[in-house]
T-cell receptor, first 113, second 118 residues
């Protein structure tokens, strides 16, 4: 069975400072890992994904994440937060066998001016 | 990128009535679609997997007679909430699985439907 734990339910950063969203996963197989963003009253948008290629994955809007198998982590980072980054972020795991996605609990990001 | 639409985006219905939500993949064929439910300020919970031409597979704890899923074509899946009650009020999100080659797929999400039962 697969599971995802997002370690912070809320993260508050100042505009222009780095953002770190933490995610740990559990999977019986070689997983695919994703980060999605959800702005208020909007659909989910894929930021980036890891599918057993390079462990450092670059996504859209300056985000990147590093897959660390030894730590079962897939933390999301951005060097400089923008006001438009305020949203809910979901770490997601999938095992290829069934194509099902398991969502973490989400991290709400607040960006202060 | 691939586009998935949902209709309606918002619906209000009276308790005891049924409401149908449509999920369409606009520019690709999806043999598999998924339905999720999201409570306020909560994560997405997978309700069921919808396979074209066959019965949906429901997750544990989801009432299949209450949440009827039909996947009649490769571009359309519908979720019908039957005899809706206020506790069914939620944000319902669908996704469509697009094959990328081999055994690789990517899911594309619809914008969601907010259901309010009065």
């Amino acid at each position: 069975a697969q599971s995802v734990t997002q370690l912070d339910s809320h993260v508050s950063v100042s505009e222009g400072t780095p953002v770190l969203l933490r995610c740990n996963y559990s999977s019986s197989y070689s997983p695919s890992l994703f980060w999605y963003v959800q702005h208020p009253n909007k659909g989910l948008q894929l930021l980036l994904k890891y599918t057993s290629a390079a462990t450092l994955v670059k996504g859209i809007n300056g985000f990147e994440a590093e897959f660390k198998k030894s730590e079962t982590s897939f933390h999301l980072t951005k060097p400089s937060a923008h006001m438009s980054d305020a949203a809910e972020y979901f770490c997601v795991v999938s095992e290829a066998a069934d194509n099902k996605l398991t969502f973490g609990g989400g991290t709400r990001v607040l960006v202060k001016p | 990128g691939a586009v998935v639409s949902q209709h309606p985006s918002r619906v209000i219905c009276k308790s005891g009535t049924s409401v149908k939500i449509e999920c369409r993949s606009l520019d690709f064929q999806a043999t598999t679609m998924f339905w999720y439910r999201q409570f306020p300020k909560k994560s997405l919970m997978l309700m069921a997997t919808s396979n074209e031409g066959s019965k949906a597979t429901y997750e544990q704890g989801v009432e299949k007679d209450k949440f009827l899923i039909n996947h009649a074509s490769l571009t359309l899946s519908t979720l019908t909430v039957t005899s809706a009650h206020p506790e069914d009020s939620s944000f319902y999100i669908c996704s469509a699985s697009r094959p990328l080659g081999g055994s690789s797929y990517e899911q594309y999400f619809g914008p969601g439907t907010r259901l309010t039962v009065t």
